[in-house]
């Protein structure tokens, strides 16, 4: 899980400047994973999908409870909130940590796709775009 640490900390991506594309789909995919984990090794923390606002790191993971993550659905889990619903973050027990090293053994991020794509009118529009640069003289 490649952007974990990233997303654990307030200055994670270079204090919020380089937050990859595919970092949105890989924390929920993390944050699934971890959670089913975690409830399977019977840990009594859960992964929180935060969106920061402000300066910083918008893409975090903050951890929470079981018991506050079932006053929750799963996807307010997954897809990321401005609002932590609870005053304090939970510390992670060793059960968590037992379900966080497993995520990492499946390789979380191989599930992850993200595609990119440049369409023909978009090379036509970049050409055009490129003819009309005029040729410095000198």
């Keep these: 899980m490649r952007y974990w640490d990233d997303m654990q900390d307030k ?3 270079q ?3 380089a937050i990859p594309p595919d970092a949105w789909k890989c924390r929920k995919a ?4 971890v959670n089913t984990l975690a409830a399977k090794f019977g840990s009594n923390t859960r992964a929180f999908a935060f969106d920061r606002g402000g300066m910083h790191n918008s893409c975090m ?3 929470c409870t079981a018991e506050q993550a079932a006053t929750l659905k799963p996807e307010e889990l ?3 909130s401005s609002n932590f619903p609870w005053e304090h973050e939970a510390s992670p027990d060793d059960l968590f940590w037992d379900a966080y090293r497993h995520a990492c053994d499946m390789d979380v991020d191989g599930y992850v796709n993200i595609t990119v794509q440049f369409e023909e009118a978009d090379a ?3 050409l ?3 003819a009309e640069v005029e040729v410095p003289t000198t």
Excluded at 30 to 33: H, L, R, T
């Design 61 to 63: 993971i903050l951890l």
């Design 124 to 126: 036509e529009a970049l």
């Design 15 to 17: 204090d919020g400047g």
């Design 128 to 130: 055009e775009a490129v």
């Design 30 to 33: 993390y944050v699934m994973a």
């Design 11 to 13: 200055f994670g991506f």
């Design 78 to 80: 997954c897809e990321g």
